[in-house]
């Protein structure tokens, strides 16, 4: 792969924030100015973003990234001290191993994004930097990376855990982290994107929607999964906008 067999991180790093910010960037255009009348109805909250939390949320993100990117070197060096599970064949475990392991790794960030996010609101000294995060009442697709430092720091924490414990194809990481930023864009999108019809259906109800993410940036205690609301269901912690 070309991240691991030549010395090309930094390119990586760079593509990283790229991603990020054509993600995001796309879904601003899109809902809160080419199509913004039309769209209007699927806002959740009215109110529009002031200049001011764009701002807090572009900063905040960028720095976010850049620590994010920071650890392409340390998983590279990892990778070659050969302390990781990570693999450069997919014959080594196959095609099916690989997309197995993308809807493993989906289901491991949930869990360490439900607890870690948990633990942020539950501790008084956590929550001291997860309130940056929370400065976006109605958040916008840029507020998706918008965390204190430190905050960065825990939610990185994933990525250790899952290439010392999964054999893992940098592809499948990758597509991983293509699709995290992806969903993390929709959920702060402010706009509901999702059918009306999914909250009461068995499976697409367990789904985290936009609208039960901004109900957590509006009320806090409440909502704290990420691609699902299983762990909010188990533990009580799910509430509904109805």
């Not at 080419?34 to 209007?40: F, H, P, R, T």
């Amino acid at each position: 792969m070309f991240f691991f067999e030549e010395n090309n991180w930094v390119a990586g790093a760079i593509i990283f924030i790229l991603r990020y910010f054509i993600i995001a960037g796309i879904a601003y255009f899109i809902f809160y100015i080419w199509k913004k009348k039309k769209l209007s109805p699927s806002k959740i909250q009215q109110k529009l973003p002031e200049a001011r939390q764009l701002r807090n949320e572009i900063f905040f993100s960028f720095f976010t990234l850049l620590i994010y990117s920071g650890t392409s070197g340390i998983v590279l060096y990892w990778y070659k001290k050969g302390i990781t599970k990570i693999y450069l064949d997919v014959n080594d475990y196959g095609v099916f191993y690989l997309i197995g392991s993308i809807l493993l790794m989906i289901l491991l960030h949930d869990a360490y994004f439900y607890w870690t996010h948990k633990l942020m609101h539950s501790s008084k000294w956590l929550y001291q930097f997860h309130k940056i995060h929370h400065q976006s009442h109605a958040p916008t697709p840029w507020a998706a990376f918008a965390f204190h430092p430190v905050e960065a720091l825990i939610s990185l924490g994933i990525i250790p855990l899952i290439i010392f414990i999964i054999p893992i194809l940098p592809f499948a990481l990758i597509l991983f982290l293509t699709f995290m930023t992806l969903y993390n864009v929709l959920v702060h999108l402010g706009h509901e994107t999702f059918p009306e019809s999914s909250i009461y259906h068995p499976i697409w109800k367990l789904q985290n929607t936009t609208t039960n993410h901004d109900l957590h940036h509006q009320i806090g205690r409440s909502n704290y999964g990420f691609y699902f609301s299983a762990w909010d269901r188990i533990m009580g912690t799910y509430k509904s906008k109805q």
